[in-house]
């Protein structure tokens, strides 16, 4: 008899693999109640999980940050993500590969509840990576949109912290949901400078120069390292800064860089063509190959092959 939970991806909740369908979490859990979680995502290739070390240790960062005691070591988190994706190899499809999900809360010590502090709650997954829905992100390049709602200062929260506490970013989204529902916001910081988007990091290309928003005011990616590392590995002149939009309007090249997409080139900033509307740009071009070859794999030929 064959039994259907085998054709359910597994996931980790609290020490425990099971089938996602029986992965719960507690409704008096703080991370669902408030927010008061973080996470972090990183994305295989060929089944590997590309930098997981990088990841974790970002993670604990989080973790510190917002003083949540996981009760796991870095090494037991690594090693628990690799089983996680382990024991979901045999539902990947050929030439697919994963997006990676660690999440740590609070857990469910609700003030004035019974029984006191319960601990964290501690959930890895994996997912698909949407190689289908955004392959033409690679063929015609991303569209880009700055909306009303500004970025939340660091002097508020700090953005190097992956936390839960999405809905800045979330609300961001919306706005340009019914007049460029394909578009990715770029959010601004309370001062007018660029910041950065979902779970991504902008990059603009001046006269053959890259610059990228402040780490101050950006949750600084770990595929945003790689790009800047590349930039000095292939002699491209990289730098942080204050960028206007005026900066991303007169650029001759743009991309972003994300966990899921690595590096992907922008066609157009605020409904305007960067540079002449070609993408990839040479500079551009010339940090993807140096991409593929840092993680080993065609990522793009990844994508474009679902169109």
Not at 92 to 113: A, I, K
Not at 141 to 161: K, W
Not at 235 to 258: K, M, V
Request: charged share 20%; hydrophobic share 40%.
């Amino acid at each position: 008899m064959n039994d259907p939970l085998l054709n359910e991806r597994m996931a980790y909740v609290n020490g425990e693999y099971v089938p996602e369908s029986r992965a719960t979490v507690s409704i008096s859990d703080r991370g669902f109640i408030f927010g008061d979680a973080v996470f972090d995502t990183a994305r295989t290739f060929g089944g590997k999980i590309y930098r997981l070390q990088e990841h974790v240790d970002r993670l604990f960062r989080s973790l510190r940050y917002v003083q949540i005691d996981p009760g796991l070591s870095t090494a037991e988190f690594c090693a628990i993500s690799e089983q996680v994706v382990e024991r979901n190899l045999h539902l990947l499809g050929p030439g697919d590969d994963y997006w990676v999900f660690l999440r740590v809360t609070r857990g469910p010590n609700y003030p004035d509840s019974p029984g006191g502090d319960a601990g964290a709650t501690v959930i890895a997954t994996c997912v698909p990576l949407p190689l289908a829905k955004r392959a033409p992100l690679f063929r015609d390049g991303i569209d880009v949109v700055v909306p009303s709602t500004r970025r939340t200062p660091p002097e508020s929260l700090n953005p190097a912290a992956k936390t839960h506490n999405y809905l800045n970013l979330i609300v961001a989204g919306l706005e340009n949901q019914k007049t460029s529902p394909d578009a990715w916001p770029v959010l601004l910081d309370t001062r007018g400078f660029l910041t950065e988007g979902s779970g991504s990091n902008i990059f603009l290309v001046h006269d053959g120069k890259v610059r990228t928003p402040k780490a101050q005011y950006v949750l600084a990616g770990v595929s945003r390292a790689v790009t800047m590392d590349l930039c000095r590995a292939q002699g491209i002149e990289i730098a942080e800064d204050d960028l206007a939009p005026y900066d991303a309007a007169t650029a001759d090249e743009a991309f972003i860089t994300s966990t899921s997409l690595c590096l992907c080139p922008l066609r157009s900033f605020n409904g305007r063509a960067i540079g002449n509307g070609t993408v990839p740009g040479p500079v551009t071009a010339k940090l993807i190959a140096a991409y593929k070859a840092e993680v080993g794999a065609d990522y793009v030929a990844q994508y474009l092959q679902h169109l």
